[in-house]
């Protein structure tokens, strides 16, 4: 990673920390949202980005962890943060290991297609048993705390504590892609058969990126779900999934920034679209604007938002060749 | 359980799984030869439904109305619109990534999705059956059965029979057979491989389009219906083995009997078996049950 980059990503989680200084509550609510996105987003972009294995279901994860903050505690105390939280995280990543274990036996198209339909029987679990509370959701009635040095009732809280697991989170990622298992995991991406006949054997290294994943994926839907309150089967719906694709697409694959500029920028493209001082009443359909503008940045962005500085670059110089642009870590 | 009621049932779970293999069929055509995975192949099969509804009284005033009429102008539509979709979104996507192509129609679907709301709006519709196909047909001394669903079940077995026919005997077919074994070989003997992929992409939609009109009297017309069509869809295709016509065909008659006995024995957990089913058949079979190619 060259200087510039490290530059930009202190200066991104600076901007973060100092951000609630002159926020109102719309903005830290809005922005611990984007937080959260950006942790989810990094969680696929482990999969996609680095693996090159395309997940269509990474929203089950995220709703497997959302459901536990609710379902897991006791109703009576306020549950402590201390058990809570990794035990969010443990039920994401078992399922991801059970759908893993299954849809790893398959290649290409047909993952793509596995991974989406396990996501929508998580899904329907949720949807149709009693357990889920069917298309209603369920009330997270008591926020987790630790002691009394960390309530995730109070909004500024919860935003120090995800801003804390998204550096976290992006730290373990760029240590990850550092170690010998993250090389493992980007030759995989590159050409599988070569490294299967170096004598890796790909399948366990593929599967422990896919339970990685699925448990960042799950302390996302955690955050989540503290933050709102509240967990509706729409959580785990493939629209979800869809979404924070087009998130890392959007930031620019292969990159951990990438994931994090994709999510604040959906995050703003949706809130966009969706407000009414700009759209009127037309803003209620704004998944219109959206769908418009995801086919906009297919053709016009390959390399997404962090490659536009190159491409622009190349575009004034008059190059042509961005090659080895895509795939570098960080 | 009451031997009419099965046969009944029987005859239900026919009727779904045909209805599902004509538009996984569409689907997996569209991956096979063209290599694009098509997640906006659902919304076909909503706007054929949404068609049935909005059409029927167009239809009516303009061309003095009658079921195959409105029937007739919905496929010539359909095929209109898959030609200017290929034109404009699909035949970019033949040389790119899985991962864009997955993109891209997502968004298309988000398009579609909002198109239908400011069109047709968001309320669930009842599309009314035409009068000489309502009613019930007395089969034995047992039981009766609409006599709708039969002609749904009817309609599907000759679109698939026709498919096949065309598929096996036809030198359309054979072309499209070579196209999706071997694209290089078939451009260098001169087949126009582009004019192939917007005849299979037209025909694919045409048939979810016509699918998704003979399904609306029984299932109603409402929105997001595409979006569990195209599940289950995928769910058939990666059971049968992409790119297989013959294991789609299983499959989806499969899929239509699990699901539809599951709604009776265990209504709980009818929404889960289909995948519980996938799960098994990829453990035993990881490439489906044929493997085309």
Redesign the interface.
């Known amino acids: 990673m060259n200087h510039s980059k490290t530059l930009f990503v202190l200066l991104a989680f600076a901007g973060l920390a100092l951000y609630p200084l002159m926020a109102g509550n719309y903005g830290i609510d809005l922005v611990t949202k984007m937080m959260v996105y950006a942790i989810f987003a990094l969680s696929l972009e482990l999969l996609v980005g680095t693996t090159g294995l395309i997940c269509f279901g990474q929203a089950a994860f995220f709703g497997i962890g959302a459901y536990a903050a609710v379902l897991l505690p006791a109703q009576t105390d306020a549950p402590s943060l201390l058990w809570l939280l990794p035990a969010c995280v443990l039920a994401a990543a078992l399922y991801a290991l059970a759908v893993g274990a299954l849809s790893l036996r398959t290649k290409g198209a047909y993952f793509i297609m596995v991974t989406l339909a396990f996501a929508q029987m998580a899904y329907y679990v949720v949807h149709d048993t009693p357990l889920g509370g069917g298309t209603d959701g369920i009330y997270l009635t008591l926020k987790p705390v630790l002691g009394t040095l960390i309530d995730l009732d109070k909004p500024l809280v919860l935003y120090g504590f995800t801003l804390l697991m998204l550096v976290g989170v992006f730290g373990f990622l760029a240590l990850l892609a550092r170690s010998r298992f993250g090389r493992a995991l980007a030759g995989i991406r590159v050409n599988e058969q070569r490294m299967r006949a170096t004598g890796f054997s790909t399948y366990p290294y593929k599967l422990a990126a896919f339970v990685i994943s699925g448990g960042i994926a799950g302390l996302a839907g955690f955050l989540f779900a503290v933050k709102d309150g509240f967990v509706n089967p729409e959580m785990m719906s493939w629209h979800l999934s869809g979404a924070v694709l087009i998130m890392i697409i959007l930031g620019g694959l292969g990159h951990l920034r990438g994931a994090l500029v994709g999510a604040f920028a959906f995050a703003l493209l949706q809130e966009f679209f969706k407000s009414e001082a700009v759209f009127g009443d037309f803003a209620r359909h704004w998944h219109l604007g959206l769908g418009l503008s995801i086919i906009a940045s297919v053709v016009l962005l390959p390399r997404g938002l962090v490659g536009l500085p190159g491409q622009l670059r190349a575009r004034l110089v008059g190059r042509s060749n961005l090659q080895g642009v895509r795939h570098e870590a960080v | 359980m009451d031997l009419s009621i099965f046969l009944i049932q029987c005859l239900n779970a026919l009727q779904y799984g045909l209805l599902l293999f004509l538009v996984a069929s569409g689907l997996t055509l569209i991956?096979g030869i063209m290599g694009v995975?098509n997640?906006a192949h659902g919304s076909f099969y909503m706007i054929g439904a949404y068609m049935a509804y909005a059409l029927a009284p167009v239809v009516g005033s303009t061309f003095g109305g009658g079921f195959f009429a409105t029937l007739a102008v919905g496929v010539v539509l359909a095929v209109l619109l898959g030609y200017v979709l290929e034109w404009a979104?699909f035949s970019?996507l033949y040389e790119r990534e899985?991962?864009?192509q997955?993109?891209?129609t997502?968004?298309?679907?988000?398009?579609f999705?909002?198109?239908r709301?400011?069109l047709v709006g968001d309320e669930v519709h009842g599309v009314e059956v035409p009068a000489f196909l309502a009613g019930t047909l007395p089969l034995g001394e047992l039981m009766t059965y609409p006599v709708y669903r039969l002609f749904v079940s009817g309609v599907c077995l000759v679109l698939a029979l026709g498919m096949y026919l065309i598929f096996t005997r036809t030198r359309l077919g054979m072309m499209i057979r070579a196209g999706s074994t071997n694209r290089e070989m078939v451009q260098s003997l001169g087949i126009d491989i582009k004019f192939l992929y917007r005849v299979v992409f037209a025909a694919g939609l045409g048939v979810a389009v016509l699918a998704g009109m003979v399904a609306a009297p029984v299932s109603s017309v409402y929105p997001g219906m595409g979006?569990s069509v195209l599940?289950i869809c995928?769910?058939i295709?990666?059971i049968g083995g992409?790119g297989s016509i013959r294991g789609a065909l299983l499959a989806a008659l499969l899929i239509g009997f699990v699901d539809t006995f599951g709604k009776v024995f265990l209504p709980?957990?009818?929404?889960?078996l289909v995948?519980?089913l996938?799960?098994l058949i990829?453990?035993w079979k990881?490439?489906?049950l044929f493997k085309a190619g």
Do not use: K, T
């Open positions: 991956f995975i997640l979104f970019f899985h991962l864009q997955v993109l891209m997502y968004g298309l679907i988000l398009v999705e909002e198109l709301s400011l979006d599940i995928f769910v295709v990666v992409i709980q957990a009818a929404g889960v995948y519980v996938m799960a990829l453990l990881p490439d489906g």
